[in-house]
């Protein structure tokens, strides 16, 4: 394996928080839109071991540097859900399993569907894995940059400092999925060409399909709406701009504007 992908390995972890007093959200807790993203954010984190299955019946599963990546994806994904499920909890609401097994069970029967539309569009295309990666990297921006955006807003103490941690993990997923990316797009014109267009038919903000709608836009519009949310969105589709062939998308900004239109 390449060194970019052993140092990943080497480095992947639970998530430390057994230093975090989490008791401390009792006596200072939250505001009610930063639980309200919290309780996006968790649902979101949770359903990862979802979409692997997904990404699994497509031809990345016969790449082994890709697979080494998605399971230490999904383990520290899984603890960054754990982790925000510990604040929640603090608040008095229902997280973890008890929140997730309900939110699963209530996916609508199309959700069935999803591994077998994976599969037959991995057949329909050898540039699945180029698609994936860059996906993969333009949701990582995103939830990069919601984070750091609710930290800010919330602009409290203990939750900044998870925050902070479970960025520093995300950092590495973004640094897989944009490397790959570039290496995989560069190579091909065909392969930017797909990616371009399943992006910019298809995209919408991480969570989309799994929350409700009016929770998708309540998330965009209060992290990404404003001066200040404005400037982060514009930066996550800069990143998006400098993966070859996908410049001038606008993603997350369109994404944004949509949400402002049905506020």
């Known amino acids: 394996m390449t060194t970019r992908i052993n140092s990943l390995i080497k480095r992947s972890a639970r998530l430390d928080v ?11 807790p939250l505001d009610q839109d ?30 082994p540097e890709v697979t080494a990546f998605l399971a230490c994806w999904a383990y520290e994904e899984l603890w960054h859900g754990e982790a925000i499920a510990r604040v929640l909890a603090s608040h008095g609401e229902r997280a973890g399993a008890e929140r997730v097994r309900p939110l699963r069970e209530a996916l609508p029967r199309r959700d069935w569907l999803r591994p077998l539309a994976f599969a037959v569009g991995s057949a329909l295309t050898e540039h699945v894995v180029a698609i994936h990666m860059a996906w993969g990297a333009v949701n990582e921006w995103t939830t990069q940059a919601g984070y750091a955006r609710l930290a800010s807003m919330a602009d409290h103490p203990l939750l900044t400092e998870l925050l902070r941690r479970i960025m520093r993990q995300e950092g590495r997923h973004i640094d897989f999925y944009a490397l790959e990316a570039r290496e995989r797009l560069e190579a091909s014109g065909s392969a930017r060409r797909a990616t371009r267009r399943l992006l910019r038919r298809a995209w919408s ?13 309540f998330l965009a519009r209060h992290l990404f709406a404003g001066v200040e949310g404005r400037a982060a969105a514009e930066r996550v589709d800069r990143h998006i701009d400098r993966l070859p062939g996908l410049s001038g998308l606008h993603l997350l900004e369109t994404a944004v504007a949509r949400a402002e239109r049905v506020a």
């Open 34 to 63: 930063s639980l309200r993203c919290l309780r996006y954010m968790h649902d979101v984190e949770n359903h990862t071991m979802c979409y692997l299955r997904d990404v699994l019946v497509t031809r990345a599963h016969r790449d």
């Open 205 to 217: 903000p991480v969570g989309a399909g799994l929350m409700p709608a009016e929770e998708v836009s």
């Open 18 to 28: 057994e230093d975090l007093d989490f008791e401390a959200f009792c006596s200072d």
